[in-house]
């Protein structure tokens, strides 16, 4: 389970240490892809297979569907955790989240989310100044 907020840098080679809490989780691999908000979602091998599995099941006749498919699929890449605990972002996912050197990863039970720190705490301001109407709009999803 991935939960919590750190704060990591990018090096120059655009690796990105991974929170020694997690790697355990990511040693059989991992995948990055686009995620939502300008934001990366990186998924153990095994959380992935069953959100592509999904994904694929789709109809595809639907241009929604069509679009979501090609935004997680199309865009993602299988990394590995090195020896260091890193993993290497490609360098076209860190141009779509806009990430510099300053990053925030968020665990979100499943997933990890990566994003540049400033777009993150731009975003998390909005978030907390909305809590309240977010948590009503949620009640009917017996949140």
Do not use: C
Not at 77 to 86: F, L, N
Not at 103 to 124: C, F, M, P, Q
């Amino acid at each position: 389970m991935f939960i919590g907020e750190y704060h990591h840098t990018l090096d120059e080679k655009g690796r990105m240490s991974v929170p020694v809490k997690f790697r355990a989780s990511l040693a059989e691999g991992a995948v990055v892809t686009r995620g939502l908000d300008r934001s990366l979602f990186l998924y153990p091998k095994s959380e992935w297979q069953t959100l592509a599995e999904k994904l694929a099941s789709l109809p595809f006749g639907q241009a929604d569907t069509r679009a979501f498919a090609r935004l997680m699929l199309a865009g993602a890449m299988e990394v590995e955790v090195d020896k260091s605990g890193r993993v290497l972002l490609p360098e076209y996912l860190r141009q779509y989240a806009a990430l510099d050197k300053s990053v925030v990863v968020a665990g979100l039970y499943n997933r990890l989310e990566i994003w540049d720190e400033a777009t993150w705490k731009e975003y998390s301001a909005k978030t907390e100044s909305e809590g309240n109407a977010i948590a009503e709009r949620l009640q009917n999803l017996g949140v």
